[in-house]
């Protein structure tokens, strides 16, 4: 099972980016697929989640106006939308599934159980 996260790099404030989760070994569909972050010298947290079948979606408060979290399952992949782009967006991004159908509310990241390698964002003029 693999997970690759991508889509990030050096936005100005403001600015929109699209970040993708595409999988290798695992059905997305039938997983909830999480999206976390993590800032210099900060926990990671759980920012977005979307469940399986239903396509139920869950965002962090700070996330609920700015992000958008979708899934393609013919590309068999998850997109994390961000738009109004602000510095404090500035981390690596990863997505994770803990092999659930539903979501966590908020995602734990100690219950995941595989892990794409992040992708970076950097929010800057």
């Known amino acids: 099972v693999q997970l690759q996260a991508s889509g990030g790099g050096l936005v100005q404030p403001g600015g929109s980016l699209r970040l993708s989760c595409a999988a290798s070994?695992?059905?997305?569909?039938?997983?909830?697929i999480n999206w976390f972050r993590q800032a210099p010298g900060k926990e990671r947290e759980g920012v977005s989640c979307?469940?399986?079948?239903?396509?139920?979606?869950y965002h962090r408060d700070f996330a609920k106006d700015r992000f958008t979290i979708s899934r393609d399952n013919a590309k068999n992949t998850v997109y994390l939308q961000i738009h109004s782009l602000k510095p404090e967006d500035t981390a690596v991004y990863y997505c994770?599934?803990?092999?659930?159908?539903?979501?966590?509310?908020?995602?734990?990241?100690?219950?995941?159980?595989?892990w794409g390698k992040g992708t970076q964002v950097t929010v800057s003029s």
């Open positions: 979307i469940s399986s079948n239903e396509g139920r979606t």
């Open positions: 070994g695992l059905t997305l569909s039938i997983h909830a």
């Open positions: 994770a599934t803990d092999l659930n159908p539903l979501c966590q509310t908020p995602p734990k990241t100690n219950d995941m159980l595989y």
